[in-house]
C-alpha cells in the first residue's frame, strides 16, 4: 500500500511572519492522519517553519538545492545547510526552475543523486509543455526526464523517490489535466521506472499529480489508481484550500 502524499509548494510566496500565521493555520486543523503531509517553503522561512512543525506529523521541503556540499557557489543552498535545519524533502528540478533557472536533466540527475546521499527525499518534478503535448511528444519528453534524471541512481535509493508529473500547461493556469490523461501519464511514469527498476520498486514508487490541484478536484484525481498524491502551488497558500486538499 502507498501512502498518499500531498505536498503545498508555497513557492517564491511568503516573508517568515507570513510563513510562521500560514503553517500555524495549517497545524491548528485536525489533518487526515493516513496522507502524508509536506510544505515546502522559501529558504528564508524553513528553519522557523521546522519549529513550529516539532512533534506534528507534517514534513518540511525545501525547493531546490545545490549538489555541492559547500564551496565558492554564490548565492546557492547545499544539502548540508538543509539538512542541519532538518529538512525530510527536497523539490528537484521544479519546472519552473527548469524554465527560468536553465535547469536541465544532468543538473537535476546531480541533485538528485546528492540529495539522497544526504537522506533529504527528492521530489522529483517532470513534465511537457503544451506544445509538446499537442504534437503528441509527451511520453517521449517525460520518458527521457525520468531515465536522464535518475541516471545512475540505484535501486535501493530509488525508493526514497517521490516523482511528481506535473505538465506545464496546467501550473498557475486553472486547466488542470483530466484525470483520465494525469493516470495514463502517471501510469507511463510508473511503467518507466519498473522497466528499469523491477516490480517491485514499480508498486512501491508513489507519483504526485501537479497542476492546478484544488479542493474540488482532489478527489477525482485521488481515486485515480496511479496517482499517490499531489503538488499543489496556488491552493497550498491558503491554510483552508490546503487543509481540504489533504483532507480528500
Ligand atoms: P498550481 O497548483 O498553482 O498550478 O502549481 C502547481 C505547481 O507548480 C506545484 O509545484
Same mark, same amino acid.
Given at each position: +500500500?502507498?501512502?498518499?502524499?500531498? !505536498?503545498?509548494?508555497?513557492?517564491?510566496?511568503?516573508?517568515? #511572519?507570513?510563513?510562521?500565521?500560514? $503553517?500555524?493555520?495549517?497545524?491548528?486543523?485536525?489533518?487526515?492522519?493516513?496522507?502524508?503531509? @509536506?510544505?515546502?517553503?522559501?529558504? &528564508?522561512? *524553513?528553519?522557523?517553519?521546522?519549529?513550529?512543525?516539532?512533534?506534528?506529523? /507534517?514534513?518540511? !521541503?525545501?525547493?531546490?538545492?545545490?549538489? =555541492?556540499?559547500?564551496?565558492?557557489?554564490?548565492?546557492? @543552498?547545499?544539502?548540508? +545547510? *538543509?539538512?542541519?535545519?532538518?529538512?525530510?524533502?527536497?523539490?528537484?528540478?521544479?519546472? =519552473?526552475?527548469?524554465?527560468?533557472?536553465?535547469?536541465? %536533466?544532468? &543538473? @537535476?540527475?546531480?541533485?538528485?543523486? #546528492?540529495? *539522497?546521499?544526504?537522506?533529504?527525499?527528492?521530489?522529483?518534478?517532470?513534465?511537457?509543455?503544451?506544445?509538446?503535448?499537442?504534437?503528441?511528444?509527451?511520453?517521449? $519528453?517525460?520518458?527521457?526526464? /525520468? *531515465?536522464?534524471?535518475?541516471?545512475?541512481?540505484d535501486k535501493k535509493s530509488v525508493k526514497d523517490i517521490i516523482i511528481a508529473y506535473e505538465p506545464i500547461w496546467?501550473?498557475?493556469?486553472?486547466?488542470?489535466?483530466? #484525470?483520465?490523461?494525469?493516470?495514463?501519464?502517471?501510469?507511463?511514469?510508473?511503467? &518507466?521506472?519498473?522497466?528499469?527498476?523491477?516490480?517491485?520498486?514499480?508498486?512501491?514508487?508513489?507519483?504526485?499529480?501537479?497542476?492546478?490541484?484544488?479542493?474540488?478536484?482532489?478527489?477525482?484525481?485521488?481515486?485515480?489508481?496511479? /496517482? %499517490?498524491?499531489?503538488?499543489?502551488?496556488?491552493?497550498?497558500?491558503?491554510?483552508e484550500d490546503f487543509i481540504k486538499i489533504v483532507n480528500y
Open positions: +500500500m502507498r501512502v498518499p502524499i500531498v !505536498a503545498g509548494n508555497w513557492k517564491m510566496n511568503n516573508t517568515i #511572519s507570513e510563513s510562521l500565521t500560514l $503553517i500555524s493555520e495549517i497545524k491548528e486543523q485536525n489533518l487526515n492522519e493516513n496522507v502524508e503531509t @509536506v510544505v515546502a517553503v522559501p529558504y &528564508t522561512s *524553513l528553519s522557523e517553519v521546522k519549529k513550529v512543525l516539532e512533534g506534528t506529523n /507534517i514534513k518540511l !521541503a525545501a525547493q531546490n538545492m545545490h549538489w =555541492e556540499d559547500k564551496g565558492a557557489f554564490t548565492g546557492e @543552498v547545499s544539502p548540508l +545547510m *538543509l539538512k542541519e535545519i532538518g529538512v525530510d524533502y527536497c523539490i528537484i528540478g521544479h519546472s =519552473e526552475r527548469r524554465k527560468y533557472f536553465n535547469e536541465i %536533466d544532468e &543538473t @537535476v540527475n546531480k541533485k538528485i543523486e #546528492s540529495a *539522497l546521499n544526504n537522506n533529504i527525499k527528492p521530489i522529483v518534478c517532470v513534465g511537457e509543455t503544451l506544445e509538446e503535448r499537442e504534437s503528441g511528444r509527451e511520453e517521449e $519528453i517525460v520518458g527521457r526526464q /525520468i *531515465l536522464k534524471g535518475l541516471q545512475d541512481i496546467a501550473i498557475g493556469t486553472g486547466k488542470t489535466a483530466s #484525470s483520465n490523461d494525469a493516470n495514463k501519464m502517471c501510469s507511463f511514469i510508473r511503467k &518507466t521506472i519498473a522497466d528499469k527498476y523491477g516490480e517491485e520498486i514499480k508498486e512501491s514508487i508513489r507519483i504526485q499529480y501537479g497542476g492546478s490541484v484544488k479542493p474540488n478536484n482532489i478527489r477525482e484525481l485521488m481515486n485515480k489508481d496511479n /496517482i %499517490d498524491g499531489a503538488l499543489v502551488g496556488g491552493a497550498s497558500l491558503r491554510a
